[in-house]
DNA sequence: GAAGAGGATGTAACTGTTTACATACTCCCG
DNA sequence: CGGGAGTATGTAAACAGTTACATCCTCTTC
């Protein structure tokens, strides 16, 4: 592997200069300029990027952070980072954490050891106290999840309120007995949206009932198990409100295996408007996250973090949903 | 940012001691040790990795490189990745090309400027020279998809057999006129796919027709577009064979919408049978790829690779795939 | 009690860049 | 023609670790 200083050698001038040319500096002679050049062809000199970052101490690399891997909720996110990081000049590097602090841990570090300047995180499975701290010496922005009340940059929609609108929207159409499904409650995103739900039915006077409550690991299989469990219950319900549209789509999949008409009898909602929502049948109701805006604000505030610019640890970016009516939620029928 | 020289100076330890401390080697006295230790504590030490890496020129990461994200194909083969991976004290970090070869020639150079120990490459979009040349130096391995008669180690199924007896398939089933959708062929893996479907036809002494073969971008909207072309122009056929299940996806929501009953009226098959396959309705017909076992044969390679031990570049490794039989293909009734 | 082995620790060179500062040169103007 | 400004280039010191080799102990053994 050539180095800088076999250019050195046989373009005849310094290190300086070919450090010089190699970053597009002015005040170089173009003969030099093309001396050097000419050097770096004939070597096929690649400056060491390692060697370039560790002097720097810069690498143009964040990392985004992801609960798990091949999720199609976060590829326009992702699209949406990666606009505003490139025309930046910044790369993005993507790592799954599969929800586990140690794999987690193990990317923050990379943070704090400097191999890359920030981090997005989606997966925010570490403790607050462990997060605040880092957030405190390094650019982090956590996004979609969140941590109460810290002091960690955050960017999402306002869950609580969509979830309670999303329930709201069942109550309207004559439901009465809805069941809910939804993530772990030790994540404070699924807290806030089994929170929505609840607000929702205690405004109407209807107590919420913990009989009708699951949770479940949040993909279809998790949907699937939990609607299972429901359903040999023995409790009587009308609707099906889920913190997820993988937990939606798997409930369906239940309810039509048991030949429950979906919404006739069944109504059922989900949340995130991932890509698939709208061509299962039925399609789905659901939440929709403003995804590429998430994305870009994530990244907009990461690299004001980075440059030192924003120094606004508690800003909780807070941007729009919207509820998506498709076919699976249907009209009530009182019919049964 | 505490450095070495600092825990030095706190513990009173040489430099050469502290590193033996932090990297866990024997012949240190557990005295000395616990020493080095609470100094790393009280300093909140932490080894700045990119100097490590520098100076060791390990990084210990490898880098997957996916066509785009989110596609719920990878998410299974990343799993096998990472499980082999991780076994061996490997960390994986995933970037985007979007197909883009200028994206994926940034990625290369982080490979050839030693910012990783290796690159499994889902993507493929740069110039067999290119990558050849890459590969002769650094680790490289190309997955799913593949260069043509190249010295670039490869993992992947027997596309074309694969397509083919799909096609074989469909006409065992009575359908004649078949229609196409397929990737852009410039891809050596679509081109082994159409490959296979004229195969199957030629074989039973049926010619192909270019009218009825659509070239397409390989998600949902292109089969949509694409099947909508087809339908508009008139032609007669009774299945359609596609690259990819994302194409069969969208080919049935454009049947649909036109009120053509899949499979009663047209038959359609996909390919890869990612996750949604199975959930639709129809369920889609589709080639089931070994996902795991292909991530772990990928990152197996790989690390042969860079430990030096596998030197073999021409290794085509090649998986067997499963024809997975669901309800879009049903049989032909030939009753139109 | 000397020799040798082996464990614990230290010294210093080395990794490949960037960059502050020094130097040399050219040009222009009073 | 001296000196100041400005441009082009060079020198050498970082950056923060790792590691080969040297050194110094402490045992063990004959």
């Given at each position: ?184 409650t030790e994540l404070a995103l699924y807290r806030s949206r089994l929170y929505g739900y609840r607000q929702a039915l205690e405004e109407r006077g209807i107590p919420a009932e913990e009989t009708i409550i699951y949770t479940a690991d949040p993909d279809i299989q998790g949907g699937y198990d939990a609607a ?83 120094e606004n640890l508690s800003e909780q970016i807070v941007l729009p949903y919207e509820l998506v009516i498709r076919a699976s939620s249907g009209k009530f029928r009182n019919n049964k």
């Open positions: 592997m050539a180095t800088i200083q076999d250019v050195v050698k046989l373009s005849g001038v310094s290190v300086a200069t070919v450090s010089r040319v190699i970053h597009n500096s002015p005040n170089v002679l173009p003969a030099t300029r093309e001396k050097v050049l000419a050097a770096i062809r004939e070597l096929d000199y690649h400056p060491n990027r390692l060697a370039q970052q560790f002097r720097t101490q810069r690498t143009k690399c964040v990392l985004v952070l992801l609960p798990r891997l091949g999720d199609s909720f976060y590829s326009e996110i992702l699209k949406g980072i990666e606009e505003v990081a490139s025309a930046a000049g910044y790369h993005i590097f993507i790592a799954n954490t599969g929800n586990n602090p140690e794999m987690a841990k193990f990317y923050y570090e990379a943070l704090i050891q400097k191999q890359n300047d920030g981090i997005i995180d989606f997966s925010a499975c570490l403790p607050r106290e462990y997060m605040e701290e880092i957030a405190g010496q390094n650019p982090v922005v956590v996004a979609c999840r969140y941590l109460s009340n810290s002091n960690v940059p955050n960017v999402t929609i306002d869950n609580l309120a969509a979830s309670r609108e999303m329930t709201e929207y069942m109550l309207n159409l004559g439901h009465r007995r809805i069941a809910y499904i939804g993530g772990n299972m469990q429901l359903l040999r219950s023995g409790e009587k319900f009308t609707a099906i409100v889920t913190s997820g549209d993988t937990l939606a789509v798997g409930a369906i999949k239940a309810l039509q295996e048991r030949k429950l008409q979906v919404p006739e009898e069944i109504a059922v909602c989900g949340f995130d408007d991932i890509e698939i929502s709208s061509l299962l049948s039925p399609t789905l109701t659901t939440i929709r996250q403003p995804r590429g805006l998430i994305g870009r604000h994530a990244m907009e505030k990461l690299l004001g973090l980075i440059s030192g610019k924003d």
